[in-house]
Nanobody, 127 residues
């Protein structure tokens, strides 16, 4: 059973940067797409970014495109989310997730298509 553990959240002023990390263990990490989602208070969990199992292709929500960068290090079983030019509306709990299907050609943006999930890390952006 794969386990995902996020880290790197915190409080930052608008315009600042944060880097999130997700450590994976328990299965062949390099065969699975990885993604980041977020959930703001009172809102549904939403797609943020995804990266294919090879790391060759990345996908982003329109709201973060050009500001966030997802990457992975298959040798270390890690996936990262670099967040720049942060805005107050980026405030949320950020979750790392794994694609349940190995070697899936295209990651889904739907929450229900991902499992398992990490416990989440809080990101707060002050204005």
């Amino acid at each position: 059973q794969v386990q995902l553990v996020e880290s790197g959240g915190g409080l930052v002023q608008a315009g600042g940067s944060l880097s999130l990390s997700c450590a994976a263990s328990g299965r062949t990490f390099r065969s699975y797409n990885m993604g980041w989602f977020r959930q703001a208070p009172g809102k549904e969990r939403e797609f943020v970014a995804a990266i294919t199992w090879s790391g060759a292709i990345t996908y982003y929500a329109d709201s973060v495109k050009g500001r966030f960068t997802i990457s992975r290090d298959n040798a270390k079983n890690m996936v990262y989310l670099q967040m720049n030019s942060l805005k107050p509306e980026d405030t949320a709990v950020y979750y790392c997730a794994a694609d349940p299907k190995p070697l899936n050609l295209r990651p889904s943006t739907r929450e229900g298509d991902w499992a398992p999930w990490g416990q989440g890390t809080q990101v707060t952006v002050s204005s």
